[in-house]
């Protein structure tokens, strides 16, 4: 298997927990009643930290060895960052144009749209 299609694979294994993780913090925190766009941050957060760990040291290892390390952070907190600020845009359009449900229902496409953008940024960008 090419390196490209083993880390797409893991990519989307990562981000498939990511993204469950985010989405059910996301519902439950709107459900007690915090704001779309603090809960939409909040899961992000959540499922950041697992995501950054995981591809560091699955999706993107180099013979072996973890690809953590304080350069590759800043590089994942800069397009984590970028990421967050779209995202948290779409989920707060969506719930004020149609409700919190529909913001349920649409934040993982919102996700999965951008996580193709976060692909890119890792694999030529923050773990490289």
Do not use: C
């Not at 957060?45 to 950054?52: K, N, P, Q, R, S």
């Not at 180099?62 to 907190?77: D, H, M």
């Not at 004020?96 to 960008?125: E, N």
């Amino acid at each position: 298997m090419t390196p490209l299609w083993r880390q797409g694979l893991g990519y989307g294994a990562v981000g498939g927990l990511q993204l469950l993780l985010d989405w059910l913090s996301f519902v439950a925190l709107t459900a007690i009643g915090i704001p779309a766009a603090v809960s939409n941050v909040v899961g992000r957060i959540a499922g950041a930290v697992l995501g950054f760990w995981l591809n560091g040291v699955i999706t993107f290892r180099s013979e072996g060895a973890s690809r953590l390390g304080w350069a590759r952070f800043g590089r994942f907190a800069a397009s984590w960052s970028l990421m967050t600020v779209l995202s948290t845009l779409a989920v707060h359009y969506i719930n004020a144009q149609a409700g919190l449900q529909w913001a349920w229902l649409l934040k993982p496409a919102v996700d999965i749209v951008l996580a193709l953008l976060g692909f890119i940024a890792s694999r030529y960008w923050i773990y490289r």
